[in-house]
């Protein structure tokens, strides 16, 4: 039998489990969400839907992928970054399966794991990942050993503006599909602000500019379409700079966000102008999920990683470039 990893992912809202073999085929990933009937996610709330519900979903993944207990090779866990008390819940899972069965713990990055997961997908070597979920937007690229961050968010996550923009005009969590449905229906553009500084990002002026244009009675439809445009084309210029500045051949989106189709629109077209190939990690491997903790796990467990459990604390604040990637060649 290959190796036979479990993944357990729990930096967020949501708990994962997936299982993935050592050459790279996901055999199951199943998960679910806390869905909070209003205001945004508690974190105490949402590490005891963890383990409330990580052992049933870490029972479904291992049915669904025709595996025992006995099979599993390797657990790996998203150790960070994440809400400390998420990423605590999932840890303790992860460390007592690995004592009870007797398998190597590795801890994992959950940006990485989402650039990893797409790499797998996509059969891409080397690209700029354009990374943007509910609690990070990274504009991301390897070099030397490491995956350094060109540009990200200097507020909040491109996500959470979505998020919280939905909450105001009366939209369920998570609101992007939400938005990104009224956005289709948007004629007229009304100016936000457009704020990208250096290669970095900021969606706090523009969540304010919105709330006040809403207030002024501006069309639903036509707020979320200007959002969309101006937000996306933040992301846009910073990828294209990115692309410029590391020659790379290759652009990646993935995390929540990249659901949206108008993002993959206008992502494309900064590809098509710099001869770029693109690839938007399909929904399923998109979000937060067990699966990209799992193969994650096996480049780091074939790269020789290992750690105790006694040395095994998470790390809330632990950034995507903290990281030397022992498993890629440098560059
Ligand atoms: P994640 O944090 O990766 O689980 O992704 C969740 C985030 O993705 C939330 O902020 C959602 O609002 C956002 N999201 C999901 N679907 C879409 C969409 N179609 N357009 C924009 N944002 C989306
Ligand atoms: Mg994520």
Redesign the pocket.
Known sequence: MPLICLGLEGT???FGAGVVSGEGRVLSNCWDMVSPQEGGIHPREASRHHSDMGPDIIKKALTEAGVAFRDIHLIAFSRGPGLGPCLRATATMARSLALKLGVPLVGVNHCVAHIEIGCLESGFRDPVTVYV???NTQVIAFAGNRFRTFGETLDIAI??M??VL?RIVGMRF????G??KEAEKGENYHSLPYSVKGMDVSYSGMLTAARRLYSEGVALSDLCYSVQETAFGMLAEVTERAIAHTKKTEILLT???A??KR?GEILTGVANRHGAAFHTVSPPL???QGAMIAWTGILQHSAGDKLDVADSHVRPKWRTDEQDITWRASS
């Open positions: 967020a809202h949501s979920s509910g609690g996500g959470n979505l998020d939905g998570p609101a992007g599909p938005i990104e995390g929540g966000v659901r949206n993002l998109a979000g937060d």
